[in-house]
């Protein structure tokens, strides 16, 4: 009984491990949205995989004011404390696709692309 509850505790923590970290990959002039409908508090740690820039801008969703605004340089590794009433940016305004590798401390709600004009 032992044995089993420890391979069940090591299957959910492989498991739930795998859910936080995720490699992100943002087309030309485009914008990916992170934590749009998010409700809870989080951080993130975020490296950039590629050999561009990546602007990352932090929005608050009640007043869209921005709260902050950084340049993710290649090989970079930056990590941040977002709030629920905040929304994070990256925006890549590069000519070639890049990524970045993005690890979670939680689920986080509302994700999505949009093009930039």
Same mark, same amino acid.
């Given at each position: 009984?032992?044995?089993? &509850?420890?391979?069940?505790?090591?299957?959910?923590?492989?498991?739930?491990?795998? #859910?936080? =970290?995720?490699?992100?990959?943002?087309? +030309?002039? /485009?914008? #990916?949205?992170?934590?749009?409908?998010?409700?809870?508090?989080?951080?993130?740690? #975020?490296?950039? +995989?590629?050999?561009?820039?990546?602007?990352?801008?932090? /929005?608050?969703?009640?007043?869209?004011?921005? &709260?902050?605004?950084?340049?993710?340089?290649?090989? /970079? =590794?930056?990590?941040? #404390?977002?709030?629920?009433?905040?929304?994070?940016?990256?925006?890549?305004?590069?000519? /070639?696709?890049?990524? +970045?590798?993005?690890?979670?401390?939680?689920? +986080?709600?509302?994700?999505?692309?949009?093009?930039?004009?």
């Amino acid at each position: 009984m032992k044995k089993l &509850l420890l391979i069940g505790f090591i299957f959910f923590a492989v498991i739930s491990s795998g #859910f936080s =970290k995720s490699g992100l990959t943002i087309p +030309v002039n /485009q914008t #990916f949205i992170l934590g749009e409908l998010n409700a809870k508090n989080y951080s993130a740690e #975020f490296a950039n +995989v590629s050999e561009f820039k990546v602007l990352i801008t932090i /929005q608050s969703k009640t007043s869209a004011q921005i &709260l902050n605004e950084l340049e993710l340089q290649p090989n /970079q =590794k930056i990590k941040l #404390f977002i709030s629920k009433d905040e929304i994070a940016y990256f925006k890549n305004d590069n000519e /070639q696709v890049v990524k +970045v590798s993005l690890d979670l401390n939680k689920g +986080v709600e509302g994700m999505r692309y949009i093009k930039e004009k």
